[in-house]
């Protein structure tokens, strides 16, 4: 046998072993957190801590941005691969803790194999080297193209088309974005600018989150806006993008987001951020988003004829109200959406009636007219059917909106406007800058109350049929269609 040196013996032997732990590892799949309406969304294994996003926008939209995403995060149990959500997108490398490492994708997942091991509670940081394409189906979501650049729509299960990412609400984390345009584009994001970088033809624009932010709650703008600023109660900064041809005529509607704020202050507390303001866009998606601290609105929703001044402004409230309910306090899985727009449609019923819009009790009464019709199309408001394939936005029915904000009707009625104002300043204390569930929010209101709730909610929250509206036995529920 001839002489080996006892360093290259050692290296062959750490070589045999990698390959035998390779051999022994099965082919890479995709995996999920089990979400009820999601399975295969989300990863297990790690908890993210932090996302630094680079993209370069080369200004067009018919060319993918080059991107770096780095991950910082932690492992809560023993892992040889670490699957990322991402799709649409061409990766090119992968490190963990600055060492490349060999990656697959399988279906939506981008599976990383570690370089040894990793067992639980590693800090691990993971740099993708990758593309993020705007050219697919905007139906599906993640970028969304607008008449002079780009805007993001991820909710709910689309920020894994633009960047890797354990893409779901339970695993919020720190978002910090890098990007570079053109000099003559404006770049906004989530949190507070930090910075730019003028460089040649091209500028990088930093932006910072200060709290922890849902993957679906992303904000990226690039188009040639302007940032109109000013400020909100306490000093907080409120600042607005918006086209820039449309500065002036989009003005009577941007001056009222103060106020806004004030008056949801007034319901349930100091605003959960670091600012806020509206990024409008020149674009057709038939939705508005709360995207965390810079809520995207249609450019039409403010130019088109016909719409009255209280409903234009309700549905201001409504995304508004969405940064303390979903974005402050973001849903445990998928079926806790209710919480998330059952409130944002009840503060918005509620500055309706304020300004013009009509009783808030004459809109619940049509509500409850619907409601068994809505649960037999959709499922009951916490259990709702899983959206069909390719139909992901159907999630978002009619039961989650009105067929929701009767659920919080119903329990004013049932426990007092008193206690029924402490519970939401209570539960939004409780979980802020993190997750809830359908059964905190039950815990919570039956301490409040000061007796047990959970009967009363079930039959609201799970039944098949609307249950009595108390204080209104004669308010009745019309048979579905189909239904004798």
């Given at each position: 046998m001839p002489f080996i040196p006892r360093r290259l013996r050692t290296a062959l032997l750490a070589a045999a072993s990698a390959a035998l732990v390779a051999a022994a590892l099965p082919s890479p799949v995709p995996l999920g957190i089990g979400d009820p309406l999601f399975p295969y969304l989300g990863n297990p294994g790690y908890d993210v801590l932090s996302y630094d996003i680079g993209l370069t926008y080369h200004g067009s939209n018919n060319t993918p941005l080059d991107a770096v995403t780095t991950i910082?995060?932690?492992?809560?149990?023993?892992?040889?691969?670490?699957?990322?959500?991402?799709?649409?997108?061409?990766?090119?490398?992968?490190?963990?803790?600055?060492?490349g490492v060999d990656f697959a994708i399988a279906d939506e997942d981008l599976v990383i194999r570690a370089p040894s091991r990793l067992p639980a509670g590693t800090a691990l940081r993971i740099t993708?080297?990758?593309?993020?394409?705007?050219?697919?189906?905007?139906?599906?979501?993640?970028?969304?193209?607008?008449?002079?650049?780009?805007?993001?729509?991820?909710?709910?299960?689309?920020?894994?088309?633009?960047?890797?990412?354990?893409?779901?609400?339970?695993?919020?984390?720190?978002?910090?974005?890098?990007?570079?345009?053109?000099?003559?584009?404006?770049?906004?994001?989530?949190?507070?600018?930090?910075?730019?970088?003028?460089?040649?033809?091209?500028?990088?624009?930093?932006?910072?989150?200060a709290h922890p932010m849902a993957t679906e709650l992303a904000q990226v703008g690039i188009g040639r806006s302007t940032v109109v600023e000013r400020t909100g109660p306490h000093g907080l900064p409120v600042r607005d993008v918006v086209p820039a041809a449309d500065r002036e005529r989009l003005e009577p509607w941007l001056s009222r987001t103060p106020g806004q704020l004030a008056w949801m202050e007034q319901q349930v507390g100091r605003y959960p951020f670091e600012n806020y303001g509206l990024l409008v866009a020149a674009t057709d998606t038939g939705f508005e988003l709360e995207t965390q601290t810079l809520s995207l609105f249609e450019r039409s929703l403010f130019t088109r004829p016909g719409y009255p001044q209280w409903y234009v402004e309700s549905i201001m409230v409504h995304e508004l109200a969405h940064q303390w309910f979903g974005d402050s306090v973001s849903p445990k899985t998928w079926s806790d959406l209710w919480l998330n727009e059952g409130h944002a449609t009840w503060y918005e019923a509620r500055y309706a009636e304020e300004h013009g819009g009509g009783?808030?009790?004459?809109?619940?009464?049509?509500?409850?007219?619907?409601?068994?019709?809505?649960?037999?199309?959709?499922?009951?408001?916490?259990?709702?059917?899983?959206p069909g394939p390719g139909q992901k936005l159907s999630l978002f029915r009619p039961v989650v909106y009105d067929g929701s904000a009767l659920i919080l009707y119903a329990l004013r009625q049932e426990i007092g406007e008193n206690a029924f104002d402490r519970l939401e300043r209570s539960w939004l204390h409780r979980h802020r800058d993190s997750n809830a569930t359908t059964a905190d929010f039950v815990r919570t209101a039956s301490l409040v109350a000061g007796r047990d709730l959970t009967s009363f909610f079930d039959g609201w929250l799970y039944g098949a049929k609307t249950p009595p509206m108390p204080g209104h036995p004669d308010w009745h529920s019309a048979r579905p269609s189909g239904q004798r």
């Open positions: 910082d995060a932690r492992t809560t149990e023993p892992l040889d691969r670490i699957n990322l959500d991402f799709t649409r997108g061409t990766v090119s490398a992968v490190e963990i803790n600055g060492r993708v080297r990758h593309t993020s394409d705007p050219r697919g189906n905007q139906d599906t979501g993640g970028w969304l193209r607008t008449a002079d650049g780009l805007a993001m729509a991820n909710q709910a299960d689309a920020a894994h088309r633009v960047f890797p990412s354990n893409d779901h609400p339970a695993d919020k984390a720190y978002f910090t974005f890098r990007i570079t345009a053109p000099k003559d584009f404006t770049v906004v994001a989530n949190g507070l600018w930090v910075g730019t970088d003028p460089h040649g033809a091209e500028t990088t624009w930093t932006y910072r989150t009783p808030l009790e004459r809109r619940m009464r049509e509500a409850y007219l619907k409601s068994d019709g809505w649960r037999a199309a959709g499922g009951p408001p916490a259990r709702p059917d899983k």
